[in-house]
């Protein structure tokens, strides 16, 4: 998902190079993952996330729930057509192998170390993260219907609009 919104001048930007702020102005979503519930890759991300980050740093909601579907549709991105996540870092949506460094920032250790992959070429670490994304569904299939998280770590989703608007 190469999302694309427009800017003052009418050009298109990817959603990375978007501010949180000119979208969301009623408050910036922080540390907020929105993926495809419907992906099981996506799914077992999530699922992995969970169960590494014991502080709750990092919430969810799927490009399906009507919070995902703001989300994308602000951001430019169809949210019926996801292929790819994108997560909130201090007030910038991230996409692609960016938003895994992210992630992988808030993790405890030693688990932040992956992200040393973040010196390798942007362009190399995208084009491995498209090649995964393009066959997600064929690796571990697609749900008819979105995840639903245990109930004990269900209060780390977000699924309907927050009445502020935030997170």
Request: hydrophobic share 40%; charged share 25%; net charge positive.
């Given at each position: 998902?190469?999302?694309?919104?427009?800017?003052?001048?009418?050009?298109?930007?990817?959603?990375?190079?978007?501010?949180?702020?000119?979208?969301?102005?009623?408050?910036?979503p922080?540390?907020l993952?929105?993926?495809?519930?419907?992906?099981?890759?996506?799914?077992?991300?999530?699922?992995?996330?969970?169960h590494?980050?014991?502080?709750?740093?990092?919430?969810?909601?799927?490009?399906?729930?009507?919070?995902?579907?703001r989300?994308?549709?602000?951001?430019?991105?169809?949210p019926?057509?996801?292929?790819?996540?994108?997560?909130?870092?201090?007030g910038?949506p991230?996409?692609?192998?960016?938003?895994?460094?992210a992630?992988?920032?808030?993790?405890?250790?030693?688990?932040r170390?992956?992200?040393?992959?973040?010196?390798?070429p942007?362009?190399?670490?995208?084009?491995?993260?498209?090649?995964?994304?393009?066959?997600?569904?064929r690796?571990?299939?697609?749900?008819?219907?979105?995840?639903?998280?245990?109930p004990?770590?269900?209060?780390?989703?977000?699924?309907?609009?927050?009445?502020?608007?935030?997170?």
């Open positions: 998902m190469q999302g694309h919104t427009k800017d003052a001048t009418g050009e298109g930007k990817r959603a990375d190079q978007v501010h949180s702020r000119d979208v969301f102005p009623e408050g910036v922080d540390g993952m929105v993926f495809d519930g419907l992906c099981n890759f996506c799914s077992t991300q999530v699922r992995l996330v969970l590494l980050d014991n502080a709750g740093v990092i919430r969810f909601t799927s490009i399906q729930s009507p919070f995902g579907r989300i994308a549709e602000r951001l430019g991105i169809d019926d057509d996801p292929s790819t996540f994108l997560f909130f870092d201090r910038q991230l996409e692609a192998s960016d938003a895994v460094i992630i992988m920032r808030r993790l405890p250790r030693p688990w170390w992956l992200s040393v992959v973040n010196v390798l942007r362009r190399l670490r995208d084009a491995a993260y498209r090649l995964l994304a393009r066959n997600r569904y690796l571990l299939g697609r749900r008819e219907t979105c995840m639903i998280p245990p004990h770590l269900r209060e780390r989703f977000i699924d309907a609009v927050p009445p502020s608007g935030r997170p």
